[in-house]
C-alpha cells in the first residue's frame, strides 16, 4: 500500500493524516510535509497514524525529526491513533516517554482545545 498524507487546518490546529506504510521509501514523502512544516513553525502540529498499518524505523526517524524541528521553536508536536502494530516500534523504543502520544484524534484536539 502506497503512503497517503492529507494536511488540514483546523481552527488553529494543523493535522497531518498519514495512512499506509511508512517505510524506508515512502517516510521521505512525510518528512519533506513534516519539515516544511516546522520550518512555518506551525503549532500546534498533529500527526494522526489511525491509518498507519506498518512503519519501520525510517518512519520513526521521521517523526522523531518532525518532533525536533517543533521543538526549535517550542512548538507542540503531537501524535494520535496508533495502531497496535506501530505501537509494538514506540514500545520497543520507549518513544511513549519522547512523544505526546493521544490514543485518538478527538482526544488530541480535545486536550489541543482545554
Do not use: C, H, W
Not at 490546529?13 to 513534516?34: C, M
Not at 506498518?54 to 521543538?71: C, H, P, W
Not at 512548538?75 to 523504543?93: A, H
Amino acid at each position: 500500500m502506497n503512503l497517503e498524507i492529507q494536511t488540514v487546518k483546523l481552527d488553529r490546529i494543523t493535522l497531518v493524516e498519514v495512512a499506509g506504510e511508512v517505510d524506508l521509501y515512502s517516510s521521505p514523502q512525510l518528512r519533506n510535509i513534516l519539515v516544511d512544516l516546522a520550518e512555518k513553525k506551525t503549532t500546534p502540529l498533529l500527526v494522526d497514524l489511525q491509518a498507519v498499518r506498518y512503519m519501520d524505523s525510517s518512519g520513526v526517524a521521521t517523526l522523531i525529526e518532525g518532533l525536533k524541528q517543533s521543538q526549535r521553536f517550542n512548538g507542540r508536536f503531537l501524535l494520535s491513533g496508533i495502531s497496535d502494530e506501530v505501537k509494538q516500534v514506540f514500545e520497543l523504543t520507549r518513544l511513549f516517554k519522547v512523544f505526546e502520544i493521544y490514543d485518538s484524534k478527538a482526544a488530541a484536539m480535545e486536550n489541543l482545545s482545554a
